[in-house]
């Protein structure tokens, strides 16, 4: 078993930044996809941004060129770096990971508010 943690939400201006953090209780160690999601009031949770353990990313378009995901050294945390916030950004981020191929873990974070807000 793994637990995920998130940190670094908020409120924010538009047009600031926040950095999201999804600590590991250990290690991520093999094959992996770390997914951050976000639901906002009365819509669709959406996949925000996604990691593979082989290093390929992938983004919605609604975010694509401000948001960037990565990883530490350790592999033990993801990041989320939200720059030039948008009012439509405001939602509950969640770390989602997927570990195993075929899948045999699948966690989730327990969510964390962002609001951007003037």
Partial sequence: QVQFVESGGGLVQ???SLRLSCVASRRLLGI???GWYRQAPG??????ASLTSAGYTNYADSVKGRFTISRDSAESTVYLQMNSLK?????????NA?????LEYEYWGQGIQVTVSS
């Fill in 43 to 48: 819509k669709q949770r959406e996949l925000v």
């Fill in 98 to 102: 997927r570990l195993g191929v075929p």
């Fill in 14 to 16: 538009p047009g600031g």
């Fill in 87 to 95: 009012p439509d950004d405001t939602a509950v981020y969640s770390c």
């Fill in 32 to 34: 992996y996809t770390m």
